[in-house]
């Protein structure tokens, strides 16, 4: 069963055209990642995804609504489709428990002991229960992006999207957080990550995506995608970045 | 005049002047306080929903925003007093000094609070309003609970400094015959025919007026901490 289906996506910022009909499918429990060059356009297709970009064309329906219908309410749908940002984007004025819990209680409207405790749920499993009291300027990155995280899965979303979720990250710091992930994915979340880490979506990839240009150029099973790449573009996409696969 | 009667202490700090006018000094003072706390709070909320109207980002509210921004800070305070306080009666609006003085400080402290508020909401990085937007919150709602906490954290400074100049600015009302410090102790000091009602207003402005720039700087220092 699709949560995501996306097809003929268009994006423009006047004679920029970014997107140029990208057709794309997650389905429930599947990690996907989606690869390609800088400038290709994954991340604006992401963020279409919960509208924080206004397609130009194109639908995407996630968990079955039309994302760009003014029939949604879309801060309803937001609360389905949870965003793992690339500089975290932590509210810093609120320690990490209240990060997680600030929208369980203002847009939940759960009571502030149930929204605290689902939040110390969620910061446990990211494996910060001792950090709840840490403001985010004492956690270090690979912290800080697991409170990202922790905020987008105490929503309890049917798609998490993770935009470059360890492209800010010290190298030493990506593992932690990439581990987050593949728990997630041990516990059956849809995530839908566009990444550099080309290891990571290798090994842990049900699906890789490879857009160029605006559009998706090719998409397979992890093996598919980094051991026989069918087109050119992906092969030499992957030529470049083959040092970084081991 | 001999000893004691004669020379500075007579001519500034009379105790028998000051005996006699201490209460017109005092109930100045209270008209002081009485206006510049009308001043502060409706100052800084209309520059905060000015602020706040800004950051929707239309161009519609934007411009005539930043007009009234511009001019209100490039008018002296007593300008925009004087012209209010005889414009107004003309319109068919006739306001006391008490009104007058109200309103054109409002105007100034809000033109210079929507300058500051703003600043410190264009300080917030885009990623603050997406995140809380991101997680189903309304625009009203990631601005309250995510946006302007961060922005007034870093308003604050500018804007006790612009509220404590303003508001010290209430002794222009003297120009329009409000009862405030100033006027009452130029009175005073004309009918006795001795400045010490004088020294004693610059006493009372001290007394009114200190104790708000060490909260003031309080604020600051406690509000930085984060």
Not at chain 2, 73 to 94: M, T, W
Request: proline share 5%; hydrophobic share 50%.
């Amino acid at each position: 069963m699709p949560i995501l289906e996306i097809s003929g996506l268009q994006k423009s910022y006047g004679d920029n055209v970014v997107l140029r009909g990208v057709d794309l499918e997650v389905n429930a429990g599947e990690l996907v990642c989606v690869i390609g060059p800088s400038g290709s356009g994954k991340s604006t297709m992401l963020r279409c995804c919960n509208l924080l970009e206004t397609p130009t064309g194109g639908t995407i329906l996630a968990n079955g609504h039309q994302v760009t219908s003014a029939l949604v309410d879309i801060n309803r749908l937001r609360q389905d489709v949870g965003m793992v940002f690339q500089q975290f984007n932590l509210y810093p004025h609120l320690n990490a428990l209240d990060n997680v819990a600030l929208a369980l209680r203002n847009v939940q409207r759960r009571t502030k002991a149930e929204a605290q405790s689902l939040a110390r749920e969620a910061l446990e499993q990211v494996g910060l229960g001792a950090k709840a009291q840490a403001f985010p300027g004492e956690l270090s990155g690979g912290q800080q992006q697991r409170v990202g995280i922790a905020r987008a899965v105490a929503l309890k979303p049917k798609v998490i999207l993770f935009d470059e979720p360890t492209s800010a990250l010290d190298p030493e710091l990506v593992e932690d957080v990439l581990n987050v992930m593949r728990d997630l994915r041990g516990r059956g979340m849809t995530m839908l990550v566009v990444t550099h880490e080309m290891a990571f979506a290798h090994a842990a990839a049900d699906r890789v995506v490879f857009m160029d240009g605006g559009v998706v150029v090719e998409q397979g099973t992890a093996a598919e995608m980094f051991e026989h790449p069918r087109e050119p573009r992906t092969q030499s996409f992957l030529a470049r970045y083959g040092s970084r696969l081991t | 005049m001999t000893g004691a009667d004669s020379g500075f202490l007579f001519t500034f700090f009379n105790a028998e002047v000051a005996r006699q006018y201490w209460p017109v000094i005092a109930s100045g003072a209270l008209m002081t306080v009485g206006v510049g706390l009308a001043v502060v709070v409706t100052g800084t909320l209309l520059g905060l929903l000015l602020a706040l109207a800004r950051a929707l980002g239309s161009r519609l509210l934007t411009l005539p925003i930043i007009a009234f921004a511009d001019i209100m800070r490039s008018l002296p305070p007593l300008v925009v007093l004087i012209v209010l306080y005889f414009g107004l009666p003309a319109l068919g609006l006739p306001l006391s000094a008490f009104a007058v003085t109200w309103l054109s400080l409002s105007l100034v402290l809000a033109a210079y609070a929507e300058e500051s508020i703003w600043a410190g909401i264009s300080a917030v990085p885009r990623g603050q309003l997406e995140a809380a937007r991101s997680t189903g919150m309304r625009w009203w709602q990631a601005m309250r609970l995510v946006v302007l906490p961060q922005a007034l954290r870093r308003a604050l400074p500018p804007l006790t400094n612009r509220v404590i100049s303003i508001t010290k600015n209430t002794a222009l009302g003297s120009v329009v015959a409000l009862n405030e410090i100033l006027n009452n102790a130029q009175g005073a000091s004309s009918h006795s025919g001795n400045p010490t009602p004088l020294m004693m207003a610059a006493f009372a402005y001290l007394v009114v007026f200190l104790p708000l720039v060490v909260f003031s700087r309080w604020l600051e220092q406690h509000w930085q901490q984060r």
